[in-house]
C-alpha cells in the first residue's frame, strides 16, 4: 500500500467538488434549490399543524360522545323511574 501525499488529498478533494457542483441539478440554481427546501419545510410544518388540529378535533368530539352517552343513560334513566315511580 502506497502512502498518499496531501497534495493528491486536496486534488482528489478537489475534483469531487468539482463533480459534485458539476452535477445535474434539474435545471434548478442554487438558490432555487434552498427554496424548493425552503417550500417543503413550510409545507411539513403546515401538515404538522393540521394533525394536531385533527387529533385535538378527535379528542374534543371523543369527550362530547362521553358527555352526550352519560346523558342520554340519565334521560332513559329518569324517564324510567318517572313512568314507573307513578
Known amino acids: ?3 498518499v501525499d496531501d ?3 486536496d486534488a482528489i ?3 469531487v467538488v468539482r463533480a459534485l ?3 445535474d441539478t434539474g435545471g434548478l440554481t442554487p ?3 434552498r427554496e424548493h427546501h425552503e417550500a417543503l419545510a413550510r409545507f411539513i410544518a403546515r401538515e404538522d399543524r393540521r394533525a394536531k ?3 385535538r378535533m378527535q379528542a374534543s ?3 362530547w360522545i ?5 346523558g342520554g343513560l340519565g334521560y332513559i334513566v329518569w324517564e324510567f323511574l318517572r313512568s314507573h315511580l307513578r
Do not use: D, S
Open 31 to 33: 438558490q432555487q434549490h
Open 66 to 70: 362521553v358527555i352526550t352517552a352519560i
Open 1 to 3: 500500500m502506497t502512502a
Open 7 to 9: 497534495e493528491t488529498i
Open 61 to 63: 368530539a371523543g369527550g
Open 53 to 55: 388540529l385533527f387529533e
Open 21 to 23: 457542483r458539476e452535477q
Open 13 to 15: 478533494a478537489q475534483a
